[in-house]
């Protein structure tokens, strides 16, 4: 009789340690959709949580259409059980785009801020008919983009305001990001203030050309079958082109003695045979209504001129500061790049990026997702702590809503220029 009683026992207990296993379960499977749950809900029930974020950076950065982004993340959520409506519009993730793009320049931030060295460069072209300026930064190690932006146009100026924003921008708002970690993050740069502002005094070298294509400046040339090929880009940086501009001093001193030689000559200034039939160069011959006195002394001017910054540009490396490698000059162009392929790249991506895009995509957003790409900036974040994370991205949506006003005020400045100079275009906005 015990024994039968003590066997029921042991089967109600049996019975009980099921129930409450399957109950076990049925509460982690709970709290796991719980937590999966609180990845995509709103942290205030007004902005995206981080994990949200990050998630949509991943399918920004993998070119997934700004429309489907929502009904993915929808669809791989059902998945896995979880059930979600108040998914992101449009708007919000294409605004989450410029949020990467901020990521990305505290990046840039950071890896001056650990510098010793750092080169300032930056390139331009023209795309969909706005002319496009990229600055980057490069290090001994790595080269990272902080701002692709539509100019006014080629002139001095508008290269100086935009490198002056890019800095400008990193140097003051990165420092309030970065001021909690301040005394975390070990620096060699020189200087006595806090490290985000002491990365001015880390940029070594601004390799400044001071010239540009115009905006609209090819459709100028096809507008009078000039071939697009008549004014040939330069790929390379400063010293080749001393190098490369070197081959033509013997042509230049010979003008200045003999202008007539301009009209005789066979070659141009670096030895390249002219095309007798082209029908610029025939125009260019045709001397019958010009004064030639007047000419030859215009010609003999402009060659002096050009031998004048040529010679003045080589005395630096012959009897100048750059004549002999010390140590301090040895340190500073450590990170100076050899070419300017990271501006081509970055470029080059930029116009993929814009031509994929929506006809009214703003700069910015192509901007964000590109510079986050070249950059790899995700996995930058990734390096950080959760917490880190977590500041990181709260900090971009402010800055991104910034930076969205600043955009307006380019464009307004822009379309101010075409105004006065009558270059209107379809293809102006940015």
């Known amino acids: 009789m015990k024994v039968?009683?003590?066997?029921?026992?042991?089967?109600?207990?049996?019975?009980?340690?099921?129930?409450?296993?399957?109950?076990?379960?049925?509460?982690?499977?709970?709290?796991?959709s719980c937590e999966m749950s609180q990845i995509i809900t709103k942290e205030?029930?007004?902005?995206?949580?981080?994990?949200?974020?990050?998630?949509?950076?991943?399918?920004?950065e993998l070119n997934v259409p700004v429309d489907a982004i929502a009904q993915v993340l929808r669809v791989c959520l059902s998945v896995i059980g979880i059930n979600f409506e108040d998914l992101p519009t449009s708007s919000t993730i294409s605004q989450m785009a410029r949020e990467m793009g901020v990521i990305a320049e505290l990046q840039v931030a950071e890896a001056i801020i650990e510098s010793e060295a750092v080169t300032l460069s930056f390139d331009a072209t023209t795309i969909k008919g706005s002319h496009i300026n990229e600055v980057h930064f490069s290090t001994k190690e790595q080269s990272l983009t902080a701002s692709v932006t539509a100019i006014p146009g080629g002139k001095t100026e508008d290269y100086v305001q935009h490198v002056k924003d890019t800095?400008?921008?990193?140097?003051?708002?990165?420092?309030?990001?970065?001021?909690?970690?301040?005394?975390a993050i070990p620096s060699a740069v020189f200087g006595s203030d806090c490290r985000a502002a002491n990365l001015l005094y880390a940029i070594s070298k601004l390799r400044y050309k001071a010239k540009g294509d115009p905006s609209e400046f090819k459709q100028f040339l096809k507008n009078h079958s000039l071939s697009c090929s008549t004014f040939p880009g330069y790929v390379g940086n400063r010293l080749y082109v001393l190098f490369y501009g070197q081959n033509a001093l013997s042509f230049i001193r010979r003008v200045i003695a003999e202008p007539d030689f301009v009209q005789l000559a066979?070659?141009?200034?670096f030895g390249r045979p002219l095309m007798q039939h082209d029908e610029t160069l025939i125009a260019l011959h045709i001397v019958d209504h010009v004064n030639i006195e007047q000419l030859n002394e215009v010609i003999n001017k402009v060659a002096n001129a050009t031998l004048t910054v040529i010679l003045r540009q080589y005395e630096r490396y012959i009897d100048g500061n750059l004549s002999s490698l010390t140590n301090e000059l040895m340190q500073a162009a450590s990170s100076a790049p050899a070419h300017n392929i990271w501006a081509k790249r970055t470029l080059g991506l930029f116009d993929a990026m814009a031509r994929r895009?929506?006809?009214?995509?703003?700069?910015?957003?192509?901007?964000?997702?590109?510079?986050?790409?070249?950059?790899?900036?995700?996995?930058?974040?990734?390096?950080?702590?959760?917490?880190?994370?977590?500041?990181?991205?709260?900090?971009?949506?402010?800055r991104a809503n910034t930076l969205r006003s600043l955009a307006k005020t380019r464009r307004l400045r822009r379309d101010n220029y075409f105004e006065a100079s009558g270059k209107w275009t379809e293809e102006r906005h940015g």
């Open 357 to 398: 895009a929506a006809p009214n995509a703003e700069i910015t957003y192509v901007d964000g997702k590109a510079k986050a790409k070249v950059n790899k900036s995700l996995n930058w974040l990734y390096s950080k702590s959760i917490t880190e994370q977590d500041n990181i991205v709260k900090f971009s949506i402010a």
């Open 44 to 60: 205030d029930k007004k902005t995206y949580s981080s994990s949200t974020r990050i998630i949509i950076y991943h399918c920004l």
């Open 4 to 32: 039968s009683k003590l066997k029921q026992s042991e089967e109600e207990y049996k019975q009980l340690l099921l129930e409450k296993s399957l109950m076990i379960e049925n509460l982690q499977e709970k709290v796991v």
């Open 167 to 183: 800095i400008d921008g990193i140097a003051h708002e990165a420092r309030k990001a970065l001021s909690r970690l301040n005394s």
């Open 266 to 269: 066979e070659h141009d200034a």
